[in-house]
Structure formats: C-alpha cells, structure tokens
C-alpha cells in the first residue's frame, strides 16, 4: 500500500510548495487517511478516489493521470473488442505505473474473453457493471488474482454479491450522469453503509466537492467515486465543445430521460438536455401515436424508439456534436467551473476534506479553553 496524505508531499507526489504542507496539515492528513485506509489498501494508490468509467472519456490518458496524481483510474471498456481492450490496457500502462482498473459491463456478448485479456495483462482491479455478474465471471476474475468490485443498488442485491465473493462494493446514486437507478446517493448510504462492513465500500453520485466526500467517509465508506468532475481536466480527451458544455452546466441542467407512457419503458438515463433529448420525445410521441392507431402492436412499437441514442455519445464526447449528441452528466457538473489538470482537481477535493476537519478542531479547542476558563473562575487555565 502507498503512503497516503500525511506522508507524502502532496497528492501528486510532486515537491512540497513552501509553507503549504505544514505539521497541522500533515496531522489532519493521518485523520483522512485513518477514514479512507481500507480503500486505499484495497486500491493500492494514496487516495481512496476512484475515477468513474465513462466511455470515451475514460481512456489511457484521463485513466493514466488520475492514478498518476495519487488516485484510482478506471478504463470503461464499453463495447470494446478483447483486442481493443488489450491495446487500451497496453497504452495505458506505458502512460502508468500505478494501479489502475478496468470496468467491464456484463451483458457484453464476450465477457469473460475481455476478462482473460485482463488477465493476461495482469490488471489487479475489475469493476463490473450493469447488473448482477454470473458466478463464472467473478471467479474468473478472482482466480487471475484481481480483486472484484460490482456496483450495488440495494443492501440485498449487495450482500448476494458479498455471497459471490466480490471484494468491494460501489453504490451509486441517481444524481451521477449515464445509466442511473432510483434511488440517491444520500439514501443508499444511509440505507447500505451501517449494515455492510464486510467488504469496503464506495460511494458514488453527485459526488463534487470535498466536503461532501468527508461526510460519508465519516458514514463509514472506505473512498468514493467521481466522474463528472474529471470531464474537463486537461488530460481529458473530450472535445472541447462538450467541455465547454459541462462548464456552462448548472445541477438541474442534467436531467434523466423523459419518458412518455409507462408501457413503452425508457431506460433512465442522467444527461444534460439539448435539442437530441427534445427530438427523442418527439421519437416517443410518433411511436405511441402509430400504436394508438393500431400501426404497431405494442411489441413492434418497442424497439422503435431505441436506436435513436446510437453512437449519441461518441458523437459528442469525441466529435462535439453537442446538439444531436448525448451529453451524460451526473449533478456534480454544476461543480465543474472551469478546465483543470486531474492533479489540481484532486488536491482541491482533499483541501476541502482537510477544511472541514481543521474547522472542526478550532471548535473543538475554543470548546476546550472556554470550559478551561469557566472551571478557573474566567481566568487563563496556566494562570
């Protein structure tokens, strides 16, 4: 296991600015990373925060950075070929040489194929996504000796993955961009972290600032997950446009998809809206019409409305097509002011963590010296 804040001289592992890391700094550090130890240790890396795999953006250079300047970096293999994977985790390495973990989605067609290719390039993290793994896919993963990380959506479906044998646990919440659940991050916490303690725990969505970050390591989360808030880093490879986009961004611009009729299920997405989610409900409407008149039966009518999201990321996140494209956010971009390296963005989330501890520490002694001087008849206690 690395280090950690209080040893190191910044999260970057770069050299110590004059006067910043001073020995109150340092002590506040050791009480971070007493919070976030058992995710640092199953992590391997100096900050229990993990980047959120988001296609297209996730790739070898915002993946390589993140692990780089002290964090976790997440490949998000999406709907990559195992050679694709392969040359991804190659490149990556070359860029690396810190951990960092690969999210593979498991109703991929090849699966355990892109498993062995994490195998052969003896990735040590796994992440699986979208939906309960097969008993093959985690024991595949656990005999290349990679540790398992799968995403929960309640205490239940959390414990059968425990049951599994996966190592750690990520819960995510509706406020975090793409694919999303019902429930909030706040909830599933409550809900989830006072009753798992046998394995570590992440939590994630809408995840933006430090202070919020602190609040559930105090909760009991071993570290946490952040994606929308590495969009616009430097080392991103996001088109300036979409960029440019998130900047401009507030919290209630990322919304989830609309959907018309609860007989024609849309699958809840959180992107920000732009004319392409306006023209999808138009999609729904002309759908719902043509099976109202009888054109379609309602199992015709289904499939109708899908493909309309084809390749709608890629086009924005890589072509910058921000109108027809599909602009995922979570509803931490509001917190995305401004272009940043992934060094700087880290340090600022662990600067905010590192505030709420030292203002905690000034109440507790103004507490102290007040009591002191009551108990001395209101004079100093060394007088």
Same mark, same amino acid.
């Given at each position: 296991?690395?280090?950690?804040?209080a040893?190191?001289?910044?999260?970057?592992?770069?050299?110590?600015? =004059?006067?910043?890391?001073?020995? &109150?700094?340092?002590?506040?550090?050791?009480?971070?990373?007493?919070l976030?130890?058992?995710?640092r240790?199953?992590?391997?890396?100096?900050?229990?925060?993990?980047?959120?795999?988001?296609?297209?953006?996730?790739?070898?250079?915002?993946?390589?950075?993140?692990?780089?300047?002290?964090?976790?970096?997440?490949?998000?293999?999406?709907?990559?070929?195992?050679?694709?994977?392969?040359?991804?985790?190659? =490149?990556?390495?070359?860029?690396?040489?810190?951990?960092?973990?690969?999210?593979?989605?498991?109703?991929?067609?090849?699966?355990?194929?892109? %498993?062995?290719?994490?195998?052969?390039?003896?990735?040590?993290?796994? +992440?699986?996504?979208?939906?309960?793994?097969?008993?093959?896919?985690?024991?595949?993963?656990?005999?290349?000796?990679?540790?398992?990380?799968?995403?929960?959506?309640?205490?239940?479906?959390?414990? &059968?993955?425990?049951?599994? $044998?996966?190592?750690a646990?990520? %819960?995510?919440?509706?406020?975090? $961009?793409?694919? %999303?659940?019902?429930?909030?991050?706040?909830?599933? =916490?409550?809900?989830?972290?006072?009753?798992?303690?046998?394995?570590?725990?992440f939590?994630?969505?809408?995840? @933006?600032? @430090?202070?919020?970050?602190?609040?559930?390591?105090?909760?009991?989360?071993?570290?946490?997950?952040?994606?929308?808030?590495?969009?616009?880093?430097?080392?991103?490879?996001?088109?300036?446009?979409?960029k440019?986009?998130?900047?401009?961004?507030?919290?209630?611009?990322?919304?989830?998809?609309?959907?018309?009729?609860?007989?024609?299920?849309?699958?809840p997405?959180?992107?920000?809206?732009?004319?392409?989610?306006?023209?999808?409900?138009?999609?729904?409407?002309?759908?719902?019409?043509?099976?109202?008149?009888?054109?379609?039966?309602?199992?015709?009518?289904?499939?109708?409305?899908?493909?309309?999201?084809?390749?709608?990321?890629?086009?924005?996140?890589?072509?910058?097509? %921000?109108?027809?494209?599909?602009?995922?956010?979570?509803?931490?971009?509001?917190? +995305?002011?401004?272009?940043?390296?992934?060094?700087?963005?880290?340090?600022?989330?662990?600067?905010?963590?590192?505030?709420?501890? =030292?203002?905690?520490?000034?109440? +507790?002694?103004?507490?102290?010296?007040?009591?002191? &001087?009551?108990?001395?008849g209101?004079?100093?206690?060394?007088?």
């Amino acid at each position: 296991m690395t280090e950690g804040i209080a040893a190191t001289d910044s999260p970057g592992g770069g050299a110590r600015p =004059a006067g910043k890391w001073d020995t &109150k700094r340092e002590c506040l550090g050791a009480e971070l990373d007493r919070l976030w130890a058992r995710g640092r240790a199953v992590l391997g890396c100096d900050l229990a925060i993990m980047g959120g795999a988001m296609t297209w953006v996730s790739e070898r250079n915002l993946v390589a950075a993140i692990s780089n300047a002290g964090g976790f970096g997440v490949i998000a293999s999406g709907s990559m070929s195992p050679e694709l994977l392969s040359a991804e985790i190659c =490149a990556t390495k070359a860029l690396t040489g810190r951990a960092f973990g690969v999210n593979l989605i498991t109703l991929h067609p090849q699966l355990l194929d892109l %498993i062995d290719v994490c195998a052969d390039h003896r990735v040590g993290h796994v +992440v699986l996504a979208g939906g309960l793994p097969s008993g093959a896919a985690v024991s595949r993963i656990k005999q290349s000796g990679a540790r398992v990380f799968c995403f929960a959506p309640a205490l239940g479906f959390a414990r &059968k993955l425990i049951r599994m $044998g996966v190592d750690a646990i990520v %819960i995510e919440g509706c406020e975090a $961009g793409g694919h %999303i659940g019902p429930v909030s991050t706040g909830v599933l =916490a409550q809900e989830i972290l006072p009753q798992l303690t046998d394995v570590p725990v992440f939590v994630a969505g809408g995840i @933006g600032r @430090g202070e919020a970050m602190l609040a559930y390591l105090e909760m009991g989360a071993s570290g946490v997950q952040l994606g929308t808030r590495f969009v616009c880093a430097h080392e991103s490879i996001a088109h300036p446009r979409f960029k440019q986009a998130f900047i401009r961004a507030a919290a209630r611009d990322a919304v989830t998809s609309v959907q018309l009729d609860p007989r024609f299920p849309v699958i809840p997405v959180r992107a920000l809206a732009n004319p392409a989610t306006q023209r999808f409900v138009a999609v729904q409407r002309r759908v719902i019409d043509r099976w109202a008149r009888g054109a379609l039966t309602q199992k015709e009518a289904q499939p109708e409305s899908e493909p309309f999201w084809a390749g709608a990321l890629r086009r924005a996140v890589i072509d910058g097509d %921000i109108e027809a494209g599909s602009l995922m956010a979570g509803q931490s971009v509001g917190f +995305v002011t401004r272009g940043q390296s992934t060094t700087e963005i880290l340090e600022e989330l662990v600067s905010q963590a590192l505030a709420v501890l =030292a203002a905690r520490n000034e109440r +507790v002694c103004d507490r102290s010296l007040l009591f002191r &001087k009551a108990l001395s008849g209101g004079q100093d206690a060394g007088e």
